[in-house]
């Protein structure tokens, strides 16, 4: 049986270019732009064996989408990423400070954009 992923990013273009490398990686993928579509998808889509989620979104982040889903879906694999936006020493330290706060939190897997699909691929 092909696994089911849930994408979920803010930012339409990623999502969907992930997306679409995942399915031709032989996925099945679901998308959600923010944590509350994420838990809506997770509700009809049982079958759902990994999250993906950006850190920094509107309405719930991924930190809280990593939350929720350890308290109903325990044993989800979830994976953390984030980029933060614009590239600086700052950001770069910002950024990795929210993705080991989404691994306290209960992310199995962080990773910093960009990254390369086959570092996504080795993890799932």
Known sequence: MTKAILVVDDVVE????LALCLEDEGFRVFQAENGVEALNVLKQQEDVSIVITDI???KMDGMELCTEIRKSRPGMKIVAISGGGKVSEENHNLVG???RKAQREGADVILEKPFALDDLLNVL
């Open 14 to 17: 990623l999502r969907e270019e």
């Open 56 to 58: 920094l979104m509107p």
């Open 97 to 99: 400070s929210y993705l």
